[in-house]
């Protein structure tokens, strides 16, 4: 007996990158393996390679199926993978017969998923309307600003909208599979599949991506400098009066300047850099919270771990178990 059907979709199934294999690999590993022991049934996956072929790989990885995208408005569930970078910066676009299926699944009933970039291929068709939704964070700017009807979240690992599921890049798309495994056979079988998979059980979707907002290049207007130099004495505390003054700037200047620069706030960008920091140390030495507290700039314990809940979405010795070397 066989469980819910799956339908992995693959854009450009040849002249694939290793990268594009990734969520591939992901999807394989969780629904197309049976588990007979942990489930009496378990999931039948198909892959449907979409779009037109590209150009040989200079790797030479391509994909074969017997299967093909007509078949995803019958599965139960539909997943679509990372898509080529030339359709995510819009140089290309998506082929109307991939459009069309995502069309029919969903007005079929089919969960739909993407892993990573494979969101945009779901916005295209217009599956993502009014629907929160996420993609790796290198790329969701790109996603707002092309489908200005998406709301989309840049700072979680995936997002369950009912229908309709979504993860950022690389390892979150596994999380999001073992989501899917969770909510169909129970948190027991999804629990004793991340052991076999050695990952952990379980990252909630609200986790945070652990962006990092990096220093700008050097820009000429002395902002970068200034910026360096903070990061390098994250035990200080900073105002936006010190480092505009560091600067040479007026403080309404430095702060439209770093926000421009940045895409944030000077203390906001400030902050995140006290939290990179601090993950940093967790994750590379066994210092005790005060300690990374006070090494940041963050100054207690209880400071860092309230600021790790609201902006990692983790305690930091939950970070420090899920990453610690």
Do not use: K
């Amino acid at each position: 007996m066989s469980g819910p059907s799956v339908a992995v979709v693959v854009v450009d199934h040849t002249g694939l990158h290793p990268w594009d294999l990734y969520e591939v690999a992901i999807a394989s590993a969780v629904f197309a393996v049976p588990q007979p022991d942990l489930a009496d049934s378990w999931y039948d996956m198909w892959l449907c390679p979409a779009g037109e072929p590209g150009p040989p790989a200079a790797h030479g990885l391509s994909l074969r199926s017997p299967h093909t995208l007509a078949e995803l408005p019958g599965a139960d569930l539909g997943i679509v993978t990372a898509v080529p970078e030339t359709c995510v910066r819009g140089e290309r676009g998506f082929s109307a017969d991939l459009l069309d299926a995502l069309r029919q699944a969903a007005d079929a009933g089919v969960r739909l998923m993407s892993l990573c970039t494979g969101a945009f291929a779901l916005a295209e068709a217009g599956l993502l309307d009014g629907r929160r939704a996420t993609a790796h964070w290198a790329h969701t700017a790109i996603l707002a600003e092309r489908y200005p009807r998406v709301e989309v979240d840049d700072s979680v690992l995936y997002v369950d909208d009912g229908p309709v599921l979504t993860s950022a890049g690389m390892s979150a798309g596994l999380d999001l599979c073992l989501h899917v495994v969770r909510t169909d056979f129970g948190a027991h079988v999804a629990n004793q599949l991340a052991r076999r998979l050695v990952v952990p059980a379980h990252r909630p979707g609200g986790q945070a991506q652990f962006i990092d907002l990096v220093v700008p290049a050097h820009d000429g207007d002395g902002i970068s400098g200034v910026l360096e130099w903070a990061t390098a004495h994250l035990d200080r505390q900073h105002s936006v009066e010190d480092l505009a003054r560091r600067a040479g700037l007026s403080p309404r200047t430095f702060f439209r300047r770093v926000q421009a620069a940045t895409g944030s706030t000077p203390l906001r960008w400030l902050l995140h850099q006290r939290l990179a920091h601090a993950r940093a140390l967790l994750e590379a030495t066994d210092l005790p919270v005060e300690t990374i507290a006070a090494q940041c700039g963050l100054g207690t314990a209880a400071n860092l771990r309230r600021h790790f809940g609201i902006h990692v979405g983790v305690p930091p010795q939950q970070y420090r178990r899920a990453f610690g070397s």
